[in-house]
Nanobody
Framework: QVQLQESGPGLVKPSESFSLTCNVSGDSITTNFAYWSWIRQSPRKRLEWMALISHSGTTYVNPSLNDRASISRDTAKNQFTLQLRSAGPEDTAVYYC?????????WGQGTQVTVSS
């Protein structure tokens, strides 16, 4: 069974950039028809999908992030990473990585990111 583990900076200052990494075990991120996403939940909002990278490396980013986000992967390390630029208070949230494997969903435990000076 696939397992996901997020890691991130915890605390970020406003206007800074940060990265979140999801380490994947139990399956390869290049497995056919596998889709890997970042999703976040802030205290006042519902879950917000941020970005996705497919088994083939195709990427999709939520347009509401105004080009502040990008997603990439390291197939050798079997991990994928979210980069978010120009952090603001609205980016304070619990960030989850997610896998969709043949319609089955798997989640990491989440990592808190707080944007504060």
């Amino acid at each position: 069974q696939v397992q996901l583990q997020e890691s991130g900076p915890g605390l970020v200052k406003p206007s800074e950039s940060f990265s979140l990494t999801c380490n994947v075990s139990g399956d390869s991120i290049t497995t056919n028809f596998a889709y890997w996403s970042w999703i976040r939940q802030s205290p006042r909002k519902r879950l917000e999908w941020m970005a996705l990278i497919s088994h083939s490396g195709t990427t999709y980013v939520n347009p509401s992030l105004n080009d502040r986000a990008s997603i990439s992967r390291d197939t050798a390390k079997n991990q994928f990473t979210l980069q978010l630029r120009s952090a603001g208070p609205e980016d304070t949230a619990v960030y989850y990585c997610n896998a969709n494997l043949y319609g089955h969903l798997f989640w990491g435990q989440g990592t808190q990111v707080t944007v504060s000076s």
